[in-house]
């Protein structure tokens, strides 16, 4: 039982530091995705906001119901980064 409740604990740590890595490389490309927005034009700035309104509503037709709620979680924070990002 011991052995069983050690191999827990050590797949938990390493599920923990995976999802670390995973949170910083969502950061990182945040961080650099906002560096090159604030590069832009507002001309281009609105040419990839009406791209990505298009992508977004494309794929929101052939996704399965069940993914809505996953579709809405996206398009928040792709609206987030385009027009509310990091300082």
């Not at 011991?2 to 910083?24: D, G, Q, T």
């Not at 945040?30 to 009406?50: C, F, S, Y």
């Amino acid at each position: 039982m011991k052995n069983l409740i050690a191999e827990l604990l050590v797949r938990l740590a390493e599920k923990e530091e995976e999802s670390k890595e995973l949170v910083a490389q969502v950061e990182a490309l945040e961080i650099v995705v906002t560096a090159l927005l604030r590069k832009l034009d507002g001309e281009q700035l609105q040419q990839i906001n009406t791209h990505i309104s298009e992508a977004m509503q494309t794929a929101s037709t052939a996704m399965a119901p069940d993914y809505t709620k996953d579709a809405s979680l996206l398009e928040s924070y792709i609206h987030r980064l385009l027009h509310h990002p990091r300082q």
